[in-house]
């Protein structure tokens, strides 16, 4: 079981928007940074979001995030096919000496 | 910033490995270097990192691996290590050598990944 808990699978038609939750608590997304992952079939993570809302650059702005409390959303507006993939939430997590914690993973179907 | 793994291969169980990471593109001496490892069809786990020297440079350890693995690095060589040993079936997974532009965050930059299969 990962230690910060999103939903297995989201999907939506092509153009609408799609939000993805990341549950997580007060030693990790409750006071620490999330990032946000996009990682497509055989193709290493690819950083979307980092320090809870910071688009990476060079990602489209369709992509936002969000986090209030020990939640964390990412939202993906005017969805395409090439979105289709799986999402990865992450933040660092203070118990025991400190070390990274991800999200099991959404994979986001494009209907 | 550049990452680039290799080391990678099909290993008996109670085998050794050594992952390398060859990097470019930042001060490596000061870096905080992660290993993360993704089963096949899994999700991603921390496997230990390395502090940057200026923070200590010490280094931490998921629970599965600690006492088997080791990280370290060259830095004249610009070069990150995993040495794995006692490998077990369930070490099987594509490793990845990450970094982020500071510490106590999760990795902003991935390298391409290697992958470690570790045979019964």
């Known amino acids: 079981q990962s230690v910060l808990t999103q939903p297995p699978s989201v999907s939506e038609a092509p153009g609408q928007r799609v939000t993805i939750s990341c549950s997580g608590s007060s030693s990790n997304i409750g006071n620490q940074a999330v990032s946000w992952y996009q990682q497509l079939p055989g193709k290493s993570p690819k950083l979307l979001i980092s320090y809870d809302d910071l688009v990476h650059s060079g990602v489209s702005e369709r992509f936002s995030a969000s986090k209030s409390g020990t939640s964390a959303s990412l939202a993906i507006t005017g969805l395409q096919s090439e979105d289709e993939a799986i999402y990865y939430c992450a933040s660092w997590d203070n118990s025991l000496n400190g070390h990274v914690v991800f999200g099991g993973g959404t994979k986001l179907t494009v209907l | 910033v550049q990452l680039v793994e290799s080391g990678g291969g099909l290993v008996k169980r109670g085998g050794s490995l050594r992952l390398s990471c060859a990097v470019s593109?930042?001060?490596?001496?000061?870096?905080?270097m992660t290993w993360v490892r993704q089963a096949p069809g899994k999700g991603l786990e921390w496997v230990g990192h390395i502090k940057g020297k200026s923070d200590g440079g010490t280094t931490d350890y998921a629970a599965p691996v600690k006492g088997r693995f080791t990280i370290s690095r060259h830095e004249s060589e610009n070069t990150l290590y995993l040495q794995m040993s006692g490998l077990k079936t369930e070490d099987s997974a594509v490793y990845y050598c990450?970094?982020?532009?500071?510490?106590?965050?999760?990795?902003?930059?991935w390298g391409q990944g290697t992958l470690v299969t570790v045979s019964s």
């Open positions: 593109g930042f001060t490596f001496s000061n870096a905080w």
């Open positions: 990450t970094t982020a532009d500071t510490g106590y965050v999760p990795p902003d930059y």
